[in-house]
């Protein structure tokens, strides 16, 4: 191509002078405030009425505002813009009296200091009062109390007052050593801050303490309580699904521990082991469930599933379990030993002998029910009869030595 015609192909891709280049511009959504969690909910409650709503900023972190006789706010969040819309509504500072942390991440509780700072009346005083869990960042406390607010530090179990409703605080940590969640139970509902991310896979800040076996401690607390509706500290509040949203954090970080990435094959089985041996029972319990929508037949998820029940203390299940499995196998001198070893636990020392007894008619050098049918003659009032049993014999010998040794320690 001559240099003509390349000037030429230049000018004809060039618009003219005289004409018009649109160019459009993708224009952010206007962002909707506050709202009660009735509008977003779309449905009607005046407890409901009286939580609004800020949705967070890409910093940020939600803000809730719980009213009443006066204004509590959970986390601050990072964005004054926040406040001063607040303020916009007709609401006042002074109204505010509470502010709660749900952890001391910046983007949870920077408002806080944003409030302070802007209306120092507020603190004085003590007129405003800081909660967050005692391990959160002494620095955070030491500047909120400088400003003039009180700070109440909680360990988790208290039952708080906050305006005129009574909220129960759950230690929660996991993303943060600090994490706390409060729950409502007339209404079901759960503030979680970071601890529960509908949106998101949940992840540990270990900068902050956070810690895998602590996170799963967290979710199986939030787990016992009966939770429909989350307020998670980012993305919009989940109605009549926070059960689902709890244990699908709790399967994401049994992920984590077990290693799993993307379209991995999850090893339900051997991952169950693995925490079985870290004391992990709950989720090595979970573990073998998973196995088992498999595959109900899995014997190996079966018999992991019993043993870990056992030691859980939860003696019943563990026996439903094990009658599965000697349904199928009635001879299987593992299950015969822990069938026996469940009664055991449950105090049913002469009902768990026989197992015993058919567990080593199978296989007399089996240890572990030589020395449980020992146990359970001993605490039967059978000692003799316990005490000519070699295997007990040798473990009665070792722990009492153990125990004596201990005690000269002392």
Known sequence: MTERETEEKTQETQPREEEEVDFEVEKEPPHPGWQPLTKVYHFSDPFFENILFFLSYEYSSNVYLLKGDYVTLVDPGNDYTGLMELFRQGFKPADIKKIVLTHGHRDHCMGGFELLRAYPSLAAGGGLELILHESGPMELKKIIQELGSRVTEIKGGERLSLSGQEWEAIYT??????????????????????????????????GSGGHLSHYLFGIRALLKRDIAHILPGHGVPVADLGRTVIEQTYEGLLLQVLGVEGESKVPWISGAEGLARQGLLEEAVYCCNKALDFNPENMRALQVKAMCLTDLGRGEEAIQVLDMILARQKDEPFAL?????????????????????????HQPSLQEAQVYKGMALYLAGRVDEAMDIEAFQREFAARFKEQLEKKESD
């Not at 079901?188 to 970071?194: E, F, K, L, M, Q």
């Not at 030993?337 to 008619?361: I, N």
Request: a negative charge; zero cysteines; glycine letters at 10%.
């Open 173 to 206: 940590p996991g993303h943060s050593i600090d994490g706390v969640s409060f729950y409502h139970a007339p209404s079901r509902t759960a503030i979680t801050g970071d601890t529960t991310m509908p949106y998101a896979a949940p992840k540990v800040d270990k």
């Open 337 to 361: 030993t822990a069938k026996g070893h469940a009664l055991l636990g449950m105090g049913r020392y002469e009902e768990s002998l026989p197992y015993f007894d058919q567990a080593l008619h």
